[in-house]
T-cell receptor
């Protein structure tokens, strides 16, 4: 089993560009999350989806949109990237609080 | 105020000592708590979960929960250099898993 697959692993954007981070899980989990991690800030929740067809804002949703395409896939979109969105992004899926993380996306916005 | 708070450290302990990591949370309704370990450049991995007041032991790790005081702790006995990592505390608040900022642990030989 692949677990949680997250793409791309690295990305460099210019300010104002858009991109979508893809995430897919094969564990049949209902809940999926997107976090960002900045030095000294821990993991901050951007958006989450408790089940297929539902999405909710987390701690830092501004500048992001999400789509829960089906039970397996949960994508994160940056419509107009800003330097403040330079970070490492993690997708995760869970049942009951045990998170399974993807390998992360290192995003730089210049 | 963050919903889950941790001292960022670093916490330095000698090999073989007990490392004590602490976490407080603000939502009294939280019922489930987790400790994750993250090595530099890697994804976090779950090491302990705790749901009831008291202690829960798993090998060299003991998680402690005190709901009245709203704190969670993690004890690592016989600390090893391989335990050097960032330890993240997390609380399940409604259906959101919220993390603290993490405590960096350094175990020196």
């Amino acid at each position: 089993n692949a677990g949680v697959t997250q793409t791309p692993k690295f990305q460099v954007l210019k300010t104002g560009q858009s991109m979508t981070l893809q995430c897919a899980q094969d564990m049949n989990h209902n809940s999926m999350y997107w976090y960002r991690q900045d030095p000294g800030m821990g993991l901050r929740l951007i958006y989450y989806s408790a089940s297929e067809g539902t999405t909710d804002k987390g701690e830092v949703p501004n500048g992001y949109n999400v789509s829960r395409l089906n039970k397996r896939e949960f994508s994160l979109r940056l419509e107009s990237a800003a330097p403040s969105q330079t970070s490492v992004y993690f997708c995760a899926s869970t049942e009951g609080g045990k998170l399974f993380f993807g390998s992360g996306t290192q995003l730089s916005v210049l | 105020q963050k919903e889950v708070e941790q001292n960022s450290g670093p916490l330095s302990v000698p090999e073989g000592a007990i490392a004590s990591l602490n976490c407080t949370y603000s939502d009294r309704g939280s019922q489930s708590f987790f400790w994750y370990r993250q090595y530099s450049g890697k994804s976090p991995e779950l090491i302990m979960s705790i749901y009831s007041n008291g202690d829960k032991e798993d090998g060299r790790f003991t998680a402690q929960l005190n709901k009245a005081s709203q704190y969670v702790s993690l004890l690592i006995r016989d600390s090893q250099p391989s335990d050097s990592a960032t330890y993240l505390c997390a609380a399940l608040i409604t259906d959101k898993l919220i993390f603290g900022t993490g405590t960096r642990l350094q175990v020196f030989p």
